[in-house]
């Protein structure tokens, strides 16, 4: 009856042996395999786990086991070397199912109660992306309405406009804390936190504090040694790429706020530049240092009473998430924080601050493929890579669903919507029954 019973479980187990195990089915799994080797009366006469199968599934159990006792912390003794993710990871997608996905939101609707809000934006997304392509009057209504958000939607802002009164710890709270203060979620211990860092990104830099830009050498696109003696002086390629950034945000102006004065707009695109080198120096400079301390210490720590609290909420409400003063984040590079906040203190020029926010948003946008703003783009960065970049030769469907997997949240909605309307009821009873199973198993374990 054991024996019997043993194999039952190492029969489903091995099932399931393929898939990417969450913490609780790796605690189930070494809850039965620990039964199955611990049980020496029923194996006597028994060949279980003596195929190579077995054992290989035994090994990569056992491996996830944490160095705890069970009844001082189960989850570290069950799954403390576990290195899987909660999160669906990005794979290789295959042709056939993209074009399963495209016939798929080809023929979504949106009902009230059919889908959840990430696929409602998911099918959205997609249908924008699709009939939108290069009609520029409907691309400049989109990165306007994007904008507006952020209380940037007359963006370039001019300088005897409204905004210009706002200080910059308003203007943050209205636009969220990035470009200037980048973050993400981590997770540890299996509970997230909020990680504040410095930015990467920069497309030009302070040539005195060093470093290279986005648009350098240094991240060229090809994969031989060779190098370029098309500039005699590298002081001469930094020109360049300078004056390609330029033509990248001049040209940008001139669709997005296509009333904008003439004679203002070389001002503003030599402020966000300036901006954006202070910005570089300041994260260059910056020294690697990582705390973990509540929001009101980090507000302490970088000073000027930077209202951080609502700045971060302005974009976590969106995922209905909020921090308080007593949330505890980790910190990075914290003297960037501080340097940042002591160069805004002194900062008269709160609209270049403005534009340089807006325009990060859309040199963001512009990545985006049959775009008129991904032509810009495509234009600045053969001016600056060694070797250029080309649209790729796809249908517009493919583009705009390969770009919304780009995604984390489109991912995961895109996986979602593909397995409701792909698998067929009878699939989806067979994974309740397994689950089923296993839930029956685990049960009949703790009782007995």
């Known amino acids: 009856q054991v024996t019997k019973y043993h194999t039952g479980v190492f029969h489903w187990s091995l099932i399931l042996k393929s898939t990417m195990f969450s913490p609780a089915i790796i605690g189930m799994l070494w809850t039965l395999v620990c039964v199955a080797l611990g049980d020496k009366t029923g194996q006597q006469n028994s060949t279980i786990c003596d195929d190579e199968e077995c054992k290989k599934l035994v090994s990569q159990v056992t491996k996830q086991m944490g160095s705890s006792q069970p009844c001082d912390d189960f989850y570290n003794y069950t799954c403390g070397n576990w290195e899987g993710d909660r999160e669906l990871k990005h794979r290789d997608i295959k042709i056939k199912a993209i074009k399963d996905l495209i016939a798929l939101l080809d023929n979504a609707t949106i009902s009230p109660q059919g889908y959840s809000n990430a696929t409602e934006k998911l099918i959205n997304a997609y249908n924008s992306c699709v009939t939108t392509g290069g009609d520029e009057v409907r691309l400049r209504g989109a990165v306007q309405s994007a904008l507006s958000t952020y209380g940037l939607k007359e963006w370039p802002i001019q300088e005897n406009s409204n905004n210009e009164n706002n200080d910059y710890k308003e203007i943050l709270k209205k636009t969220g804390p990035r470009p200037l203060f980048r973050y993400f979620a981590s997770e540890e211990n299996s509970t997230a936190i909020i990680f504040m860092t410095k930015p990467e990104e920069f497309f030009v830099y302070d040539t005195n504090a060093g470093g290279i830009s986005a648009g350098s050498l240094s991240f060229r696109s090809d994969d031989s040694e060779t190098t370029t003696d098309e500039y005699s002086d590298y002081s001469e390629y930094e020109q360049e790429e300078e004056t390609a950034y330029k033509d990248f945000i001049n040209k940008t102006i001139r669709l997005v706020n296509n009333t904008f004065p003439e004679s203002k707009i070389s001002k503003v695109i030599d402020d966000i530049v300036q901006f954006e080198k202070e910005l570089h120096k300041f994260a260059f400079q910056a020294s690697e240092n990582t705390t973990q301390v509540t929001i009101s210490k980090f507000i ?16 976590l409400k969106v995922i209905n998430y909020t921090v308080n003063s007593t949330t505890e984040v980790k910190v990075q590079f914290a003297e960037y924080y501080e340097n940042v906040v002591k160069y805004l203190n002194n900062f008269t020029q709160q609209t270049a601050m403005q534009n340089y926010i807006g325009w990060v948003i859309i040199r963001d946008m512009a990545k985006a493929e049959r775009t008129t703003l991904h032509g810009y783009y495509l234009e600045y960065r ?7 970049l080309s649209e790729e030769k796809r249908d517009n469907k493919t583009l705009c669903v390969r770009q919304l997997l780009e995604r984390d949240l489109m991912y995961t909605a895109a996986a979602n919507f593909y397995i409701q309307n792909k698998f067929d009821n009878a699939s989806k009873a067979d994974v309740m029954k397994i689950m089923e199973y296993m839930n029956v198993t685990f049960q009949y374990i703790i009782k007995n």
Do not use: S
């Open 300 to 315: 302490e720590t970088i000073g000027d009473d930077v209202p951080m609290v609502e700045i971060l909420n302005k974009d």
């Open 382 to 388: 053969n001016r600056t890579l060694v070797t250029g």
